[in-house]
Structure formats: C-alpha cells, structure tokens
Nanobody
Framework: QEQVVESGGGLVQGGGSLRLSCTTSARTFGSRAVGWFRQAPGKEREFVSSISWGGGQTYYTDSVKGRFAISRDSAKTIVNLQMNSLKPEDTAIYYC?????????????????WGQGTQVTVSS
C-alpha cells in the first residue's frame, strides 16, 4: 500500500517560518505530481501548492504566492514546502497528496494518495 508521510509542522509566531516535508518511496512519487493542501478549523480542505513530476512546474494558490515555495529533491523521494512570513490565517492541518499524473493541479480529485496531515499553528 502506498503511503506518504508529512513532517515539520508545529507552532510558530506570526512572521516566522516552517518547512514541511512529504516523504514516500521513489516508486510512489515516480513520475507523479505532488500537491499540498490544508484544512483550517471549520473550513473545507483547500489547495496550497503543487509541483510537477520533474519539478519544473509549480503552482500556488494566490494567498501564499511569494511566501511559500515548493520543491522536490533529485531522487524525487521528498517534497518540501518552505513557508515564510507565516500568518495566523495559515493555521491548518497540511496534507501532502500524490497524483497519478505528472502535471500540476489544484483539484483534489486529481490526487489519489494522501498523507495523514501535519498541524501548523501560527500565533498572532
């Protein structure tokens, strides 16, 4: 069974930084795009960022552009989400997801393997 594991969440003050990591087997990542989503309390899960299988294409939701950066290592077994200038409204559970496709997408239905999530809390 394919699995992805998120790590790096925690509590940080507003304006601070965190780096989330998503790890899995090379077979799982393979030639597949990876996305990050988040769900804040009382809200629906929403798209944050996505990276293509080769890492050459990235995609961000407007609210994190210029603050977050997604990347993947050359072995394609780790995808990182560097989060800078964090705001209280970034507080959420962050999920990593893998798509069967190689291109970026903001649609949750394009992803078929999901992690359990990691909590990010930003204090004001």
């Amino acid at each position: 069974q394919e699995q992805v594991v998120e790590s790096g969440g925690g509590l940080v003050q507003g304006g601070g930084s965190l780096r989330l990591s998503c790890t899995t087997s090379a077979r799982t990542f393979g030639s597949r795009a990876v996305g990050w989503f988040r769900q804040a309390p009382g809200k629906e899960r929403e798209f944050v960022s996505s990276i293509s299988w080769g890492g050459g294409q990235t995609y961000y939701t407007d609210s994190v552009k210029g603050r977050f950066a997604i990347s993947r290592d050359s072995a394609k077994t780790i995808v990182n989400l560097q989060m800078n200038s964090l705001k209280p409204e970034d507080t959420a559970i962050y999920y990593c997801a893998v798509s069967p496709n190689g291109w970026v997408s903001r649609n949750q239905r394009d992803y078929d393997v999901w992690g359990q999530g990691t909590q990010v809390t930003v204090s004001s």
